[in-house]
């Protein structure tokens, strides 16, 4: 049962717009969450995280806002790039997770189009 | 010089072989990890060490053992490759594990 749901396998935007990345989790114990980028023929790298006492965190033009309510959290990308092109992983773990690894969705394919 | 590196790169293997694929890292790392990536399935566990002494079964551990050689190394191996074993596979460090983790560049492994 996937406890990290990324239900959009894609998403294609026109660059300088918004992209909104989006992903919801299923488990009430997961309260610090990150975000991968992966290009093709490289492993993925981190991008921006989150944790449950904040609400969003905001690393130039990359936004997360997390609602912990609805258990779900988005990554925001403005203005969108060329080079934003990539998969998007969305990643949870509970803060003191003792020896529990992350947990990774399947990833969304963003294209951003000149 | 890249913190985590995989070897080989890219390998094509015939059904039934043993395969090794190797990590090395020089960022310190207590934690590593093994993942496979196929399209449409992201990344699913297969092995995580959280130091030499310690080996734990991932999400998808059947068909694959691994060994902790040394703080720096962690190695995957198919004793008996099977063609849907085909995949990426990255390797990954962590200092703790609710920290960022650090992705090798991966391996693309073909069985046929």
């Known amino acids: 049962d996937q406890q990290v749901k990324q239900n959009s396998p894609s998403l294609s935007v026109q660059e300088g717009r918004i992209s909104i990345l989006n992903c919801d989790y299923t488990?009430?114990?997961?309260?610090?969450f990150l975000w991968y980028k992966k290009y093709p023929a490289e492993g993925p790298t981190f991008l921006i995280s989150i944790s449950s006492i904040k609400d969003k965190n905001e690393d130039g033009r990359f936004t997360v806002f997390l609602n912990k309510s609805a258990k779900h959290l988005s990554l925001h990308i403005v203005p969108s790039q060329p080079g934003d092109s990539a998969v998007y992983f969305c990643?949870?773990?509970?803060?003191?997770?003792?020896?529990?690894?992350?947990?990774f969705g399947k990833g969304t394919r963003l294209s951003v189009i000149a | 010089d890249a913190d985590v590196t995989q070897t080989p790169r890219n390998r094509i293997t015939k059904t039934g072989k043993r395969i090794m694929l190797e990590c090395s890292q020089t960022k310190g790392h207590d934690r590593m990890y093994w993942y496979r990536q196929d399209p449409g399935l992201g990344l699913r566990l297969i092995y995580y060490s959280f130091d030499v002494k310690d080996i734990n079964k991932g999400e998808i551990s059947d068909g694959y053992s691994v060994s902790r050689q040394a703080q720096a190394k962690f190695s995957l191996s198919l004793e008996s490759a099977i063609p849907n074993q085909t995949a990426l596979y990255f390797c990954?460090?962590?200092?703790?594990?609710?920290?960022?983790?650090?992705f090798g560049p991966g391996t693309r492994l073909l069985v046929l």
């Open positions: 990954a460090t962590s200092a703790e594990v609710s920290e960022t983790q650090y």
């Open positions: 990643a949870a773990i509970p803060w003191n997770s003792g020896n529990t690894p992350l947990v």
């Open positions: 488990n009430s114990m997961f309260d610090y």
